[in-house]
């Protein structure tokens, strides 16, 4: 029987404490270290994992040589470079970091120490993405002319969290997934009404070399909460809601070409099984750590910050920004860092 892939989680907010359920519930996982500074988080991961050690000290888990794996709940590029260079796998989130030359050498110091580095993408983890993915691919909807995704009614950030790098890491995750493919044009605005330190309202435009474009609406200020991506092809659309309970992903047999039949026909939603992003998630870590299913994200981790620095480049200057594909060789200085990560 296989040894259990030890894990340790890093931060145990309620995504924390998700992966940590999740990562307990698996056969093929023993969760090892649970660390947060915050000493209330720490009991109350005390009570619900007896097995596992505790500390407010990330170090504790680079330096356990038995430790296989550590899931760093939100984006820490230091940590993440320090759990590789500790010969750690990781899980971690989106966006992996804030500069698309940073990521691209996270995902190459993870291929050299022979690593997985997995970056969490929720809304990709869906069942319903996989399936309207297969939908694009075989040619259900058609020719797909646009994507468009909405992110709206979400808590604001504190001042000091930059609106598009806070929230538009998802939605363009989701976006380059279905499509396989990076923009080669961004165009952005963003609007800051309450507080000139948080962004409130951002509308981004890509587009694509196929000709096909997607569109996202971000906003901390709306009456409703929605978070829904809208594709639309010429012999269908569908619909994939994140918050819909049920009827995750709606395909609309209306066509988009234009017909003498101007009505809708027939709207169905496709039977998917329910399944926890979170625990996908651990799974896929668990995969890529066995070497048994190469994590397929790297590469869309990197493109995603590579576009998010477009966006935050775009807003800042008032133009559209031409994106460019990073072809970046690994740099002849890249060296391991010590253990502890740098403060």
Not at 181 to 189: F, K
Not at 291 to 309: I, K, Q, S, Y
């Amino acid at each position: 029987m296989r040894t259990p892939l030890s894990v340790g989680v890093i931060g145990l907010d309620s995504r924390g404490l998700g992966y940590a359920n999740a990562l307990a519930d698996l056969p093929q996982v023993s969760l090892r270290w649970l660390c947060d500074d915050r000493g209330e988080l720490r009991q109350h991961g005390l009570r619900r994992f007896a097995t596992a050690r505790l500390t407010d000290d990330p170090a504790d888990l680079l330096d356990d040589e038995s430790l296989d794996a550590i899931v760093i709940t939100g984006t820490s590029p230091a940590l993440v470079w320090g759990a590789l260079g500790a010969d750690k796998h990781v899980l971690t989130g989106a966006p992996l970091t804030r500069s698309a030359r940073e990521a691209h050498d996270l995902v190459r110091l993870a291929q050299a120490r022979g690593r997985a580095l997995v970056v969490s993408e929720p809304l990709v983890a869906q069942p319903a993405a996989e399936k309207l993915k297969e939908l694009i691919e075989t040619g259900r909807l058609g020719d797909v002319y646009s994507l468009y995704a909405n992110r709206q009614g979400i808590p604001r950030p504190q001042p000091s969290d930059y609106g598009v790098w806070t929230f538009g890491a998802d939605e363009l995750s989701l976006v380059l997934y279905l499509l396989e493919d990076e923009p080669i044009e961004v165009l952005a605005q963003a609007e800051s009404y309450v507080d000139p330190d948080v962004v409130d309202v951002v509308f981004c435009y890509l587009r694509f070399a196929t000709g096909i474009s997607a569109h996202l609406h971000l906003s901390w200020l709306d009456p409703l909460r929605i978070r829904r991506l809208t594709a639309i092809g010429s012999k269908r659309m569908a619909v994939l809601d994140d918050l819909e309970p049920e009827r995750k992903l709606t395909i609309y047999q209306q066509s988009a070409a234009r017909t003498s039949d101007s009505s809708i026909g027939e709207i169905r939603s496709p039977r998917i099984e329910a399944d926890d992003p979170v625990k996908v998630e651990c799974e896929r870590l668990v995969a890529a750590a066995r070497g048994t299913r190469p994590d397929p994200a790297a590469r869309r981790a990197v493109a995603v910050v590579g576009v998010l620095e477009a966006v935050n480049e775009c807003i800042e200057q008032d133009r559209p920004v031409v994106a460019e594909p990073l072809h970046l060789p690994l740099r002849p200085d890249l060296h391991v860092v010590p253990l502890r990560p740098p403060a």
